[in-house]
């Protein structure tokens, strides 16, 4: 068995080391060189590379342009046939103006023609060719008759109507008692009772539609009530005076009676 001191030589180690040199100086002369080769080397390395993708792209953009060119051919055709078929309607439109222009002259010629004619042939012995003042005479058997044209009153033309105004204006009804009615309210001032009507009717107006306000005397107070009236019946007076009260409006079926409110409206 060899020994160890015959396994490694000294020529070895030298050897192994000259060419761990070699390889670390190979290594850095590549790491320093490559930063100084222009980027038109690396360039015209891949040139076969990117041109290919260069023409893929020239192709597609080619593709997509004749697809639109298609496109608008199309459009173009469809906007040839709209306007050739506006040239025709506007065409016809011409030809149905001067077809007017050339007819209707002739239809009024045509129909003065036939005013003119119709006019020269009215008999003068109708009741329609009588003028005021003018008297006819025809011949009949046993003698003639005459016929004169005169106003329906004597001294004018026309019947006229003549406005007679009223000496007085009409009284107003006063309500006798005779129809029921209701209190509403509290007892007011015969000068605020107007403003409290109004009140009410902007209150519960719906309610009290068709009825109309008197004044009568309040007992124990000299103060007046609003009765409106007249209603139907005295159920009918009850039944309103019921949907007044849960509307907050006090209300008293009565007798409608008193002397009438001059209202603004």
């Not at 007044?244 to 409206?265: F, H, I, K, M």
Request: charged share 15%; with cysteine; glycine share 8%.
């Amino acid at each position: 068995m060899a020994k160890a001191a015959d396994q490694f030589r000294p020529a070895d180690v030298t050897m192994w080391g000259i060419a761990a040199l070699g390889i670390w100086a190979v290594a850095i002369l590549g790491a320093n060189l490559s930063g100084l080769i222009p980027p038109s080397v690396y360039g015209a390395l891949h040139a076969s590379r990117l041109e290919g993708s260069t023409i893929n792209q020239l192709r597609t953009q080619v593709a997509t342009l004749e697809a639109e060119s298609a496109r608008m051919q199309r459009e173009n055709t469809q906007l040839l046939q709209r306007f050739s078929m506006n040239e025709e309607a506007a065409g016809a439109v011409t030809q149905r103006v001067g077809a007017l222009e050339v007819s209707v002259p002739k239809i009024l010629e045509q129909a003065q023609t036939e005013a003119r004619s119709a006019s020269a042939a009215t008999d003068a012995t109708t009741t329609g060719s009588i003028t005021a003042g003018k008297t006819l005479t025809f011949e009949t058997e046993g003698g003639t008759v005459a016929v004169q044209q005169r106003p329906l009153l004597p001294g004018s033309n026309e019947v006229r109507l003549k406005v007679v105004p009223l000496q007085a204006p009409m009284p107003l009804a006063i309500p006798d008692g005779s129809a029921p009615g209701i209190a509403l309210g509290f007892p007011v001032r015969a000068d605020t009772a107007e403003a409290q009507w109004q009140e009410l009717l902007a209150q519960v107006g719906t309610m009290l539609v068709g009825l109309s306000p008197v004044l009568a005397d309040q007992d124990g107070t000299d103060g007046k009530i609003i009765i409106a009236g007249p209603m139907v019946d005295r159920a009918s007076a009850i039944e309103l005076c019921a949907r007044l009260d849960r509307a907050g409006v006090p209300c008293e079926p009565t007798s409608y009676a008193g002397q009438p409110v001059p209202l603004l409206n």
